[in-house]
């Protein structure tokens, strides 16, 4: 049983460029979670997308969006990009009707 | 809305011994849930140990054990017989549901090193 997946596993953009990070939930799992782990910090949420609709949203500006697939994968997209988004960005996967919270293994991203 | 609080921002424990990682949180809620996570060096959270805060009884995983004082707001997380597998970073992380999307409400973290 494969758990939750994420890709790329690095990735390296220039200011004001756009990027795309990937997300596969766990088997049975319905709901994803994006968080941003900027170094030495906790992570904070960004959204949650459930039934391919985002359902929640920490605060990030618009500039981060995203998208649910009929599959229950998920797409983070960051828009002109700043260094201060230079961060690991955790995807998280849970089952509507539970509690607990798998998390992938991140994606880092650097902004140059 | 809620927050967390780690004051230590390091820790280190000789291998075999026991330690201790505070947390401290802020909750208007009465029915919620506290989680402490683990991350090394290879990023993966792992979910080590969650207290519901209806049920008294401290939770129990193997070598880890939590002190939960709902009425102080206190979550600490004991590690006992540390081994070298045990170091790495280590958050409290506060759960709560809005609007149905439940989120974690993470801590700043505590870096533990296991000195061999």
């Known amino acids: 049983d494969a758990g939750v997946t994420q890709s790329p596993t690095h990735l390296i953009k220039t200011r004001g460029q756009q990027v795309t990070l990937r997300c596969s939930p766990k088997?049975?799992?319905?709901?994803v979670s994006w968080y941003q782990q900027a170094l030495g910090q906790g992570p904070q949420f960004i959204f949650q997308?459930?039934?391919?609709?985002?359902?929640q949203r920490g605060n990030f500006p618009d500039r981060f969006s995203g998208h649910q697939f009929p599959n229950y994968s998920s797409e983070l997209n960051v828009n002109a990009l700043l260094l201060g988004d230079s961060a690991l960005y955790l995807c998280?996967?849970?089952?509507?009707?539970?509690?607990?919270?798998?998390f992938g293994p991140g994606t880092r991203l650097t902004v140059t | 809305a809620q927050t967390v609080t780690q004051s230590q921002p390091e820790m280190s424990v000789q291998e075999a011994e026991t330690v201790t990682l505070s947390c401290t949180y802020d909750?208007?809620?009465?029915?919620?849930?506290l989680f402490w996570y683990k991350q090394p060096p290879s990023r993966q959270m792992i979910l080590v140990i969650r207290?519901?805060?209806?049920?008294?009884q401290n939770a129990t995983e193997n070598r880890f054990s939590v002190n939960f004082q709902k009425a102080a707001k206190s979550f600490s997380l004991k590690i006992s017989d540390s081994q070298l597998g045990d170091a790495a970073m280590y958050f409290c992380?506060?759960?709560?549901?809005?609007?149905?999307?439940?989120?974690?409400?993470f801590g700043q973290g505590t870096r533990l090193t296991i000195n061999p």
């Open positions: 997308y459930y039934e391919e609709e985002e359902r």
């Open positions: 909750t208007s809620e009465s029915d919620y849930y």
């Open positions: 998280a996967s849970s089952f509507s009707k539970t509690r607990a919270v798998y």
């Open positions: 207290q519901e805060a209806y049920k008294q």
């Open positions: 088997s049975g799992h319905d709901t």
């Open positions: 992380a506060y759960r709560t549901v809005i609007q149905g999307a439940q989120k974690l409400v």
